[in-house]
């Protein structure tokens, strides 16, 4: 077990690199990548960082010099023969070789394109533009070592001893944690925290005491390089940037209407099982649902990622039940700022009425609130997203209007197409 403390106490960043590998990061990254490499490799898109948290000055907290260190380092990074050899040779989901020889020899000789640092208001403007495949791939890294940087700026004033009773004390604050969660005897619980992490190395001890203290019930991590190095399941499917840059690049309002379902259809190509799960949110549950094509409801399942969970599951079922579909035999992922309270009343709501999982993120990897003085540790809202395809703004409506992005005119453009009315907004805590 490493001894954490000691290492934030000692650490140098070559010693401890805040992104030590191209597979230290989700696994639905690495298959939204070959989907892309394959359907729309030639596409342009530009990726930018969003601080949702306008309190939390980045700029005045993170040396401009150390960030662009960390992110170059992230440049000189290359697959080993290791990683190469377990994303193309392990199973994934049951499946054997998920990632095809084409998309792995690409991805064996790729270096991340170059980024763009700027300074405004006390915010890092920090951007990403060049092909989908390459540019898509910098989104969980860089969101990775603004978190640990900012983390870093606020430990480097602590003693030897403050940092042991600080991780002490965040070590107890889990595993309390873990311990309501093990009462839960259905549950099905992964984790989903890389993004926004305090750090490598306590989101690979946070995994391993879920799985000390879950066991199966733990079933697995959204981050490819510990599942490798502790030999579990890599966890992920697809998120919203698929439809938010398929949509961008349509038309007319008509091809704007199917692009969400374009997504699917292409994703449905490439894959079967437990992999075929509904990101239905990006431009509205209800709205989705309601035009969605018959061929959808075979799908294994949904994941609930803005607005109301519950309301969000509700609606699903409902669906499920008016397409003649047994919604018990149905997947609900619940993943929208989790902890231990919502997933215990989460898990109490729907067990039984649909197979119920939970995907939990920043809370569990970075949850440090109330540990330090000023609560300067406390998780906040940080994003990397598709803001631009070919030229063209993206937009993201989702069912929490406080997650809503890309111009204004555009907003209601769409929402005036998806039919989306009045929705709850709801604080945006991670």
Not at 40 to 56: A, C, G, H, P
Not at 363 to 379: Q, S
Request: glycine residues 6%; hydrophobic residues 40%.
């Amino acid at each position: 077990m490493v001894d954490i403390a000691t290492r934030v106490y000692n650490h140098k960043w070559k010693i401890d690199p805040i992104v030590r590998s191209l597979i230290d990061t989700d696994f639905y990254k690495l298959l939204m990548c070959q989907s892309v490499f394959r359907n729309r490799r030639d596409t342009t898109v530009k990726f930018s960082l969003i601080n949702r948290t306008k309190e939390v000055r980045l700029a005045e907290l993170i040396d401009e010099k150390e960030l662009r260190q960390q992110l170059d380092h992230i440049r000189s990074l290359r697959l080993t023969r290791g990683e190469s050899t377990w994303l193309r040779g392990n199973t994934f989901y049951g499946k054997r070789q998920m990632f095809r020889s084409d998309f792995m020899e690409w991805f064996e000789n790729l270096t991340l394109p170059d980024y763009r640092l700027d300074v405004k208001d006390g915010q890092y403007e920090l951007t990403f533009e060049g092909a989908w495949p390459e540019v898509m791939l910098w989104e969980i890294p860089a969101l990775a070592v603004l978190m640990e940087l900012r983390g870093r700026a606020v430990l480097e004033k602590m003693k030897r001893f403050e940092l042991e009773v600080l991780y002490a004390r965040g070590m107890t604050k889990l595993w309390e944690k873990i311990e309501r969660l093990h009462d839960l005897p259905n549950l099905r619980i992964a984790d989903f925290g890389t993004r926004r992490r305090h750090s490598f190395l306590w989101q690979d001890w946070a995994v391993q005491a879920m799985m000390e203290g879950l066991g199966e019930k733990f079933t697995g991590t959204s981050n490819c390089l510990i599942a490798m190095r502790r030999d579990i399941e890599a966890i992920g499917t697809n998120a919203h940037e698929l439809p938010m840059v398929y949509s961008a690049l349509a038309n007319t309002d008509e091809e704007l209407r199917a692009a969400p379902y374009r997504v699917l259809e292409d994703w449905q190509e490439e894959h079967e099982g437990n992999l075929l799960i509904i990101l239905p949110d990006t431009y509205g549950t209800k709205g989705f649902l309601e035009n969605a094509p018959d061929w959808l409801t075979k799908w294994t399942g949904i994941r609930i990622d803005s607005g109301d969970p519950a309301a969000g599951a509700e609606i699903a079922i409902d669906w499920w039940k008016s397409r003649g579909e047994d919604p018990r035999k149905k997947l609900v992922i619940f993943s929208d700022g989790l902890d231990v309270d919502r997933i215990e009343e989460l898990y109490h709501q729907f067990d039984g009425r649909v197979r119920v999982s939970f995907g939990w993120g920043t809370l569990l990897t970075n949850d440090f609130r109330g540990l330090v003085p000023g609560d300067e540790l406390a998780p906040f809202s940080l994003v990397c997203k598709a803001t631009e395809a070919e030229g063209r703004p993206t937009v993201k409506l989702s069912d929490n209007p406080n997650k809503a992005m890309g111009p204004a005119s555009e907003v209601e453009r769409y929402k005036r197409i998806f039919h989306v009315g009045n929705q709850m907004a709801l604080d945006v805590v991670v």
